[in-house]
């Protein structure tokens, strides 16, 4: 890539509000999921795996990233969408398979549109909590709709809680808020 393009794609993510950050991270994903495919494909198996991993740090940093305080449900379905989505990718790793990194494309590709949606509607509403309110559950809804058509298992219900090591309740905590 050359020297232009690569400021270009620096100066666009350095400037980019927080909304049209997260429509990046979702299509950086979708393009590195897409690559390891290729690699794999024409037999590059290292390069399979770097891209793989690359597109496994953005989900994982996207789930890292949710507010539960403030994404409520919707923040709770995501979180638990993500962590399907990185199981997925290290069983279709570990069993060198296609078909789940297949479908982690297209349940970020359903989630980037609805994510698209909400980011126009928060620019011509101006509030992200007023986009959220309509676009959040379709987006986990479409989500859910498209792990069943994929043939993928739905994903556990995640409850506000989980045990820890010692049994004790822990709540996911978070650092940067998205949500």
């Not at 959220?132 to 994903?155: I, L, R």
Request: aromatic share 6%.
């Amino acid at each position: 890539m050359s020297y232009g393009i690569r400021s270009y794609k620096s100066s666009r993510a350095n400037t980019a509000s927080r909304e049209d950050l997260l429509i990046l991270l979702y299509e950086g994903a979708i393009r590195f999921l897409e690559r390891s495919l290729q690699e794999k494909r024409d037999g590059r198996l290292a390069e399979h795996k770097t891209f793989l991993q690359k597109a496994s740090a953005i989900i994982s940093e996207l789930q890292n990233t949710l507010d539960f305080d403030k994404g409520g449900q919707l923040a709770v379905q995501l979180f638990e969408l993500y962590n399907f989505m990185l199981d997925s990718l290290t069983k279709a790793n570990v069993k060198k398979e296609e078909q789940p990194i297949q479908d982690v494309i297209q349940m970020l590709t359903v989630l980037l549109d609805g994510w698209r949606d909400a980011v126009r509607q928060v620019k011509s509403q101006g509030g992200l909590q007023a986009a959220m309110a309509g676009q959040g559950q379709a987006v986990a809804a479409n989500s859910s709709a498209v792990m069943k058509a994929g043939g993928a298992n739905k994903p556990k219900a995640y409850g506000a809680a989980q045990p820890a090591a010692g049994g004790a309740a822990v709540r996911p905590t978070l650092t940067t808020r998205t949500l």
